[in-house]
């Protein structure tokens, strides 16, 4: 078996969003991956006194613990049970209710010697490798088909001058177009305090003969392929399992600094924070 992950954080002075993990039973059978991408807030009160790191830690933790030791849960029971373990540990403390409260975004895979599970809610990817080489990618693409005003809206933002108070203002107005449709019929889901959201993944199973390989990744690290076009998924997870998982988050990185001002590739951050997990079971 290999494994190997990497994640780095867009910004160097701010801490990184992003949770990456994997355990293997001490059975020696099989094993469980989760990759988390925390959403950074806008500015301002977003009711908790927690941070978004501290959220996706714990909610990260918890689903790694409950997937890989209590193989009886489905992985939607898995994150189920996780958000509502991450809400009581600071609902006392916290507004949960809070359109903002602290939410990511998930991937999960669970196998064993005769199938893989997986699990992929908001705009994080996961990529199945077959054994002929093709590469199967699960998407939540439900931020990709946003109404078109919103759509509209974000295009509109994006083509204001970066820094300017235009933008800042224009990009308020965006925010909470979103929020309306965040965790709301018709929009799109993350991980936040309501455990209701895990139904709402994306999930399904294929015979362990049938993955030779599996890559997760942050949005930070797909925009190599959804925001660069530098190549598909075929040749993402090519890229991963011949030169790892650092050599993606720099080629992204050496992407978004050829681009600082996002004029080539529009995008809401220049830098964001990325997570690779690559595992060959």
Known sequence: MRIELATEPGDPQRPNEDYASVALPASGQGGVLVLL???TPPEGDYGCVHSVPWFTARLGGAMLELSGSHRDMTLPEALAAAISRTAEAHRPSCDLSHVRTPQATVVAAR????????LVLSDSVLLLEQPDGSVQPVRDSRLDTL????RARREAVRALPRGSAERAAAGREYARLVESLRNAEGGFFTAAAD????ARAVTGTMPRSRVRSLTALSDGAARWVEVFHEGDW?????????????ALID????????DPECRTHPRGK???DAAVIFVAP
Not at 111 to 118: H, K, N, P, T
């Open 234 to 246: 075929s040749q993402c997870a090519a890229l991963v399992a011949e030169q790892g998982p650092q």
């Open 251 to 258: 080629r992204v990185r050496a992407a978004e600094a050829a």
């Open 195 to 198: 455990p209701s959201v895990a």
């Open 37 to 39: 991408d925390g959403v």
């Open 111 to 118: 196998w064993s010697g005769d199938a893989v599970e997986y």
């Open 147 to 150: 109404p078109p005003p919103v």
């Open 270 to 272: 220049a830098r964001d």
